[in-house]
């Protein structure tokens, strides 16, 4: 090269370089052409600085051309010195880079992960995070629930005529309510509400062993009896999403108050019973005090106090019955089936006042004061007294009962006389014969004009008889019988004597007779089932 160069620094941090070729018109002229043979490729590329990537790792030497066209290689001298030297770059690789490890999960007090902290991704959709569980119920915001109290019916049974079944109709319950309660009401005052609700005067009344709750009728019923059983409703009641918080409690009608005397004196206690029901219900026999017949017989108003009271006095204790056993009772004496009812007994004695003032307009009233109307309601077999086995006489017979009135002559009788009365009374008996036999072909009543015949002289028992008994009444004499004739009859003779031993009398109530009674006696379970059985089926042939 003939190209100078001169080394001209400005200063001691820069170099100052200057270029090759000359851009004045006095360094060549027009016609001359620059030549770069001269000129080392390595060098030149080392000047050409056009990216920091180019630019080598180490620069050893600097150039900087001179005016006489020599080269002089300049050492390079970092200004810092040579301690601080630029750090070796990592190669960079190629590829997907390396998934970083997963870090544990560590256990902490809160169950929080750290801020920094990630875990690996897996593929698919996210799992949902479940909804976190209140830890008490107080922490849950407040709501209202609505409550309808619901009392169950008993159901209608009809009796089937001619044979038929029983037609049994079923009574939706009685609804009371619904009333909105808050959810902080505690048990004992849910129990408060409920008996407000139903109209009670105490909880006690309550028959909380039959509570039952449900949201609709498909649902299953919970039982609703003590504290466990309303935090589990409550719970329900929080976990549901319907905005409407309704239930049901089901419960069996209250337990009434007893108003008798002895329960007013026990002072601030509470006597409780059950609902009343029918004594009878379900038996075949039909004859029980809340009977549709009975029912219709003792209706009642305030006109009847006047013949109930005139019943009492007239059959007042020790006036119209002897037997000692009665000696405490209105009692009144049914002669002929010799049965005894106790007419103090307001029920009974209003049924039959009852009677005594529908049959006042009847042309022939059949019963009367002294005429009671056997076999219906209370008057039924099944509800006479028990009596001594030799009742005495009583001592003030009803005008209508059986008499024997004896002639007792004062002065002596002729014996003409004596046979005239004995040939009168002879030709009685032949016509009534004659006139029982001809009821019996022609099924007229007594007599071809209703109307008994009557002796007029000294009437006879069967006459009497007569008198006394309707025809609506048992049939008489004939179907009762003792209790041997009854043992005969259904094959009993074997116990005969542990019936006299207990008083039985055929056609008596054993419904509710003690089970330690019978079992004193000797009877044992299956011997007094026929007895029962047997008992059943001859009160059923009373049956008017």
Same mark, same amino acid.
């Given at each position: 090269?003939?190209?100078?160069?001169?080394?001209?620094?400005?200063?001691?941090?820069?170099?100052?370089?200057?270029?090759?070729?000359?851009?004045?018109?006095?360094?060549?002229?027009?016609?001359?052409?620059?030549?770069?043979?001269?000129?080392?490729?390595?060098?030149?590329?080392?000047?050409?600085?056009?990216?920091?990537?180019?630019?080598?790792?180490?620069?050893?030497?600097?150039?900087?051309?001179?005016?006489?066209?020599?080269?002089?290689?300049?050492?390079?001298?970092?200004?810092?010195?040579?301690?601080?030297?630029?750090?070796?770059?990592?190669?960079?690789?190629?590829?997907?880079?390396?998934?970083?490890?997963?870090?544990?999960?560590?256990?902490?007090?809160?169950?929080?992960?750290?801020?920094?902290?990630?875990?690996?991704?897996?593929?698919?959709?996210?799992?949902?995070?479940?909804?976190?569980?209140?830890?008490?119920?107080?922490?849950?915001?407040?709501?209202?629930?609505?409550?309808?109290?619901?009392? =169950?019916?008993?159901?209608?049974?009809? @009796?089937? /005529?001619?044979? +038929?079944?029983?037609? *049994?109709?079923?009574? $939706? #319950?009685?609804?009371?309510?619904?009333?909105?309660?808050?959810?902080?009401?505690?048990?004992?005052?849910?129990?408060?509400?409920?008996?407000?609700?139903?109209?009670?005067?105490?909880?006690?009344?309550?028959?909380?062993?039959?509570?039952?709750?449900?949201?609709?009728?498909?649902?299953?019923?919970?039982?609703?009896?003590?504290?466990?059983?309303?935090?589990? =409703?409550?719970?329900?009641?929080?976990? @549901?999403? /319907?905005?409407? +918080?309704?239930?049901? *409690?089901?419960?069996? $009608? #209250?337990?009434?108050?007893?108003?008798?005397?002895?329960?007013?004196?026990?002072?601030?206690?509470?006597?409780?019973?059950?609902?009343?029901?029918?004594?009878?219900?379900?038996?075949?026999?039909?004859?029980?005090?809340?009977?549709?017949?009975?029912?219709?017989?003792?209706?009642?108003?305030?006109?009847?106090?006047?013949?109930?009271?005139?019943?009492?006095?007239?059959?007042?204790?020790?006036?119209?019955?002897?037997?000692?056993?009665?000696?405490?009772?209105?009692?009144?004496?049914?002669?002929?089936?010799?049965?005894?009812?106790?007419?103090?007994?307001?029920?009974?004695?209003?049924?039959?006042?009852?009677?005594?003032?529908?049959?006042?307009?009847?042309?022939?009233?059949?019963?009367?004061?002294?005429?009671?109307?056997?076999?219906?309601?209370?008057?039924?077999?099944?509800?006479?007294?028990?009596?001594?086995?030799?009742?005495?006489?009583?001592?003030?017979?009803?005008?209508?009962?059986?008499?024997?009135?004896?002639?007792?002559?004062?002065?002596?009788?002729?014996?003409?006389?004596?046979?005239?009365?004995?040939?009168?009374?002879?030709?009685?008996?032949?016509?009534?014969?004659?006139?029982?036999?001809?009821?019996?072909?022609?099924?007229?009543?007594?007599?071809?004009?209703?109307?008994?015949?009557?002796?007029?002289?000294?009437?006879?028992?069967?006459?009497?008889?007569?008198?006394?008994?309707?025809?609506?009444?048992?049939?008489?004499?004939?179907?009762?019988?003792?209790?041997?004739?009854?043992?005969?009859?259904?094959?009993?003779?074997?116990?005969?004597?542990?019936?006299?031993?207990?008083?039985?009398?055929?056609?008596?109530?054993?419904?509710?007779?003690?089970?330690?009674?019978?079992?004193?006696?000797?009877?044992?379970?299956?011997?007094?089932?026929?007895?029962?059985?047997?008992?059943?089926?001859?009160?059923?042939?009373?049956?008017?």
């Amino acid at each position: 090269m003939h190209e100078d160069a001169t080394n001209d620094q400005s200063d001691d941090s820069e170099w100052n370089y200057k270029p090759l070729i000359s851009s004045s018109p006095q360094a060549h002229s027009p016609g001359s052409e620059i030549s770069l043979a001269g000129f080392d490729e390595e060098e030149f590329r080392l000047r050409r600085a056009s990216s920091i990537e180019s630019i080598p790792e180490t620069i050893q030497a600097s150039h900087q051309p001179c005016h006489d066209g020599g080269v002089e290689f300049i050492a390079y001298e970092h200004p810092h010195g040579d301690s601080d030297v630029l750090a070796e770059q990592p190669k960079r690789l190629r590829g997907r880079p390396p998934k970083a490890k997963p870090q544990t999960a560590t256990t902490l007090q809160d169950d929080v992960l750290p801020a920094g902290s990630s875990t690996q991704k897996r593929r698919g959709r996210p799992r949902k995070t479940p909804a976190a569980i209140p830890k008490s119920r107080s922490l849950s915001p407040p709501y209202t629930f609505s409550t309808a109290f619901l009392v =169950l019916q008993k159901d209608t049974v009809t @009796r089937g /005529r001619g044979g +038929k079944a029983a037609k *049994v109709t079923k009574n $939706p #319950p009685k609804m009371y309510g619904p009333v909105n309660l808050p959810s902080a009401t505690t048990w004992d005052s849910f129990l408060s509400n409920a008996a407000q609700q139903v109209r009670v005067q105490d909880t006690r009344q309550l028959r909380i062993d039959t509570f039952q709750w449900y949201f609709t009728k498909r649902d299953i019923k919970f039982p609703l009896q003590d504290n466990n059983h309303y935090t589990h =409703l409550l719970t329900r009641l929080e976990a @549901r999403k /319907r905005q409407e +918080k309704l239930i049901y *409690v089901e419960m069996e $009608p #209250p337990l009434e108050v007893s108003n008798t005397i002895s329960a007013m004196t026990m002072g601030s206690s509470l006597v409780l019973v059950a609902p009343r029901t029918d004594e009878y219900e379900g038996d075949s026999d039909d004859i029980g005090p809340m009977s549709k017949k009975a029912s219709a017989t003792a209706k009642l108003d305030d006109n009847l106090e006047s013949i109930v009271s005139e019943i009492k006095a007239r059959y007042a204790p020790g006036k119209a019955c002897n037997d000692p056993k009665h000696a405490s009772l209105c009692c009144f004496v049914h002669v002929v089936t010799s049965q005894h009812f106790d007419v103090g007994y307001r029920a009974r004695a209003l049924q039959w006042a009852g009677k005594i003032r529908r049959e006042q307009e009847m042309p022939v009233p059949s019963v009367d004061i002294t005429r009671i109307p056997i076999g219906e309601g209370w008057f039924a077999a099944s509800h006479s007294l028990k009596t001594s086995k030799k009742p005495a006489v009583t001592s003030e017979p009803s005008s209508m009962a059986e008499t024997s009135i004896v002639v007792g002559p004062s002065a002596p009788v002729n014996n003409a006389l004596a046979l005239q009365l004995a040939s009168l009374n002879a030709a009685q008996t032949q016509m009534q014969m004659m006139l029982s036999m001809g009821r019996m072909q022609s099924g007229i009543g007594q007599g071809f004009l209703n109307i008994p015949f009557e002796a007029p002289f000294a009437p006879s028992a069967s006459s009497s008889h007569a008198h006394n008994i309707r025809s609506s009444s048992p049939p008489i004499p004939e179907t009762i019988i003792s209790l041997n004739e009854f043992c005969t009859k259904y094959r009993l003779t074997a116990v005969e004597a542990r019936l006299i031993k207990i008083e039985f009398e055929p056609g008596d109530n054993l419904t509710d007779y003690p089970q330690e009674d019978w079992l004193k006696a000797g009877f044992t379970k299956l011997s007094w089932d026929r007895v029962v059985k047997s008992n059943k089926a001859y009160r059923a042939s009373l049956k008017v």
